[in-house]
């Protein structure tokens, strides 16, 4: 006998914690009838609706901070697709039938991610459960002691919201240099000859999780290109000052290198002289379009994709080392060529586009395929701005991005 199929709808009207659904935008897309009680709402009065809308601070109050604090929790989830629980919030809300009159109440919030087969989070579970009535039989029935130690903890809690905004804004600000530095160490979206390229640079989410990638695209004698991406651990200033200094011996090293292996020898041997240089991932491509090839070659990076004008996306992974500076001992680098036919399309891009947490690359690269057979008629910029838009994250990226897009 077959077990009866569950009700999940109505599972979730039962669940006894107030429970609400809400899309990456913040936008309420459902609710429980526990939390509906709670907040004396009605379910029309939520669906559709932006959540800090319907729950805004209370605004005789200067020292509210309910909004910024769930808003903060919620946006990490949606950067890492990982659960958060916050600490016990002061969160006033409006008394029902009583515009402008706001109720103090206390609540204890999770916000954890509904996650999509590619890893993207599509939706919020934002479980609240109502402490006022604790906190207040705490403030009147417990004693004094017990009523020192809860305006403690309250005043505790306070000052450690205190301390993480200063510490945000402190990163922010430490951002704002970083990627400055960043602006003016890459070069400019330019023509390169008479050749169609898009470039584009992407932070990450949060304070510094920037500023380790690159790109580059310089003119070389006779028809040629040659483009180049990478990727140095870390983040912050640090890294991009190796970034800067790996992109500018790159650059040099195309100049008089037989081919893109010989360039990455070269940067991998100076990369040993360069702290936080460890482990950088690079690939070069030298594209000819008097023999219609492109010479490449990978240390340790994702591969480049031919978009072919039939549609077929060919990976160029057939040159791939171990990252800059691995080897303890010097050993020649592999190099490959490809064939490509007029309007093909050369893509290279860092590990940020294509990677998800908990996801096998494969999973990512066949990602990337897909989008640019779809798209295999947009010029760079449209291809470029469409790869961003379907292959990233709706709440950003917790690593940065480089993208190059070549219109062969």
Known sequence: MSEPAIDYAAVFQALPGGVMLLTPRFMIADVNEALLWRAGREHGQLIGRYLFDVFPDNPDDPDASGVRNVKASLERVLATGVRDTMPLQRYDIEAPGRPGVFEERYWRPVNAPVLDAGGRVVLIVHRVEDVTEIVRAGALDRGADRDRMEAELYTRARELQEVNERLRQAHAREREV?????????????????????????????????CGDWYDLAELPGDRMAVAVGDVVGHGLDAACVMGQLRSALSAATLVAAGPAQALEVVGL????????????????????????IAYSSA??????????????????????????ARPEHVDRPEAHAAFEDDAVLVLYTDGLIERRREDIDVGLARLADALTRHRHAGPEELADALLAELLLPGGATDDTALVVIRL
Do not use: F, K
């Open 178 to 210: 970083v990627l400055a530095l960043q602006e003016a160490m890459l070069p400019a979206p330019r023509p390169v000859g008479h050749h169609r390229a898009a470039v584009r640079y992407r932070p990450a989410v949060g304070a510094l999780n920037v």
């Open 270 to 293: 100076y990369a040993r002289s360069v702290d936080g240089a460890e482990s950088t991932t690079a690939v070069q491509a030298i594209i000819d379009w008097t023999t219609h090839t």
């Open 300 to 325: 340790g990076h994702p591969p480049p994709a031919l978009l072919h004008p039939d549609g077929t996306v060919e990976l160029l992974d057939r040159a791939t080392d171990p990252p800059l500076g």
